[in-house]
């Protein structure tokens, strides 16, 4: 989500007269877009931002500083008297206003704060500049109604707005015919999408009826509102791939209650089968939490014993972050760091082993993979499959952007390797 959001804002600004570089000594404009779901990423930001504004001259010239995106909304007031050398504190809301909020800094020569939510912006088409030339994200939808107790994308992204159908598939139509294959619709519960006479299997049928699009992906979905109807529809759809997103988060469900998940971890595994049952080779992947205020040995045991059981493709495991205004961030932040630490190192080796016996068993086999680019060897290519996996590749640079068929030779945890079939 804020990489399609950093898009948007290269888009604005290129659309009233900007040039994107990549050289802050150059820059007139230095916009750090931020992420507040866990702490590590704000410090990141933060990091970045000193190592900026140090590099950056301190004349005249001196460039304009943006925090944007979700801490910006977060901390708002905070950032400005933090870092005084800051001069706009935007938030993903107000990014659309981005010119003339510029515009008023240059000309007043006074910090400007937009913090304030508002919503009719999602319903509007922008200009994007996407990072790839294959692959596009596109957003279908921007907040959460879920208030999960140890999440803060409520309180900085808002309620759930979703966009009107037709100009997202205005968009994806306009990205087709740039030659865009795949495109992945974004929202922080796409099983939420409504707008108003349409849900996300109706998108979804939508964007598959486009002519010249090749491959659909979305995420990130919540496992109370997977549907039946929603999984029957992937199944029956040519174009969605064979990949979804279900974030776990915890295998004990006194910890799901905790985190306000609306779930339990039977409920949860009964969706992984009827997942496989209905779209079969279907890749599963997921987001677990450890460390969560309160997690006992038993709770983490649970956790092991569900993923064992759903045998995900792939999972991100997070040390649990106090979020300061979540309900979970009033608790006691009462899980020591270092069992944390080995915590999540045990969920990544029962991975890492769950990954490299699925991939095993894809040796031998022919998969179609939507060739991206160079590898970082530069002599091979390198794509993904319809499950995500990546796929290395030998053969020419003339495949890039093309759906090739590849026989899978050896692999290495989640990554393939193969050649031209």
Partial sequence: ???????????????????????????????????????????????????????????????????????????????????????????????????????TCQKTKKPQLQIEDKIGYIKKNFPVIH?????????????????????????????????????????????????????????????????????FTDLLKRVNAIPGLKRIRFMTNHPKDMSDKLINTMAKLDKVCRHVHLPLQSGSDWILTKMNRGYTTAHFLGLVRELRQAVPGITITTDIIVGFPGETEDNFRATMEVARQAEFDAAFVFKYSPRPGTNAGLLKDSVPAEIKQSRLEKVNRLQQETALRISRGLIGKTLEVLVEDLATDRKHLFGKTAGYRTVVIKGPANCIGKLIPVKITACKNWTLYGKLS
């Fill in 1 to 103: 989500m804020n990489t399609y959001d950093s898009e948007v804002i290269a888009g604005i600004l290129h659309a009233n007269g900007y040039q994107q570089i990549f050289d802050p000594k150059d820059a007139g404009l230095i916009i750090i877009n931020t992420c507040s779901v866990r702490k590590h990423a704000e410090e990141r930001a933060f990091a970045n931002l000193w190592d900026l504004y140090h590099e950056a001259p301190k004349t005249a010239k001196k460039p304009i500083f943006c925090v944007a995106g979700c801490t910006a909304k977060k901390m708002g007031k905070e950032i400005l008297k933090k870092y005084p050398f800051v001069d706009i504190v935007v938030s993903p809301s107000n990014l659309y206003d981005l010119p003339k909020i510029i515009a």
């Fill in 131 to 199: 990072t790839g030339k294959i692959k596009a994200l596109v957003t279908i939808m921007q907040g959460c109604d879920n208030y999960c107790s140890y999440c803060v994308v409520p309180f900085v992204r808002g309620k759930e707005i979703s966009r009107p159908i037709k100009n997202i598939v205005t968009e994806i139509k306009s990205l087709v015919k740039k030659r865009y294959k795949e495109v992945t619709l974004l929202g922080q519960n796409v099983n939420s999408y409504r707008d108003g006479k349409n849900d």
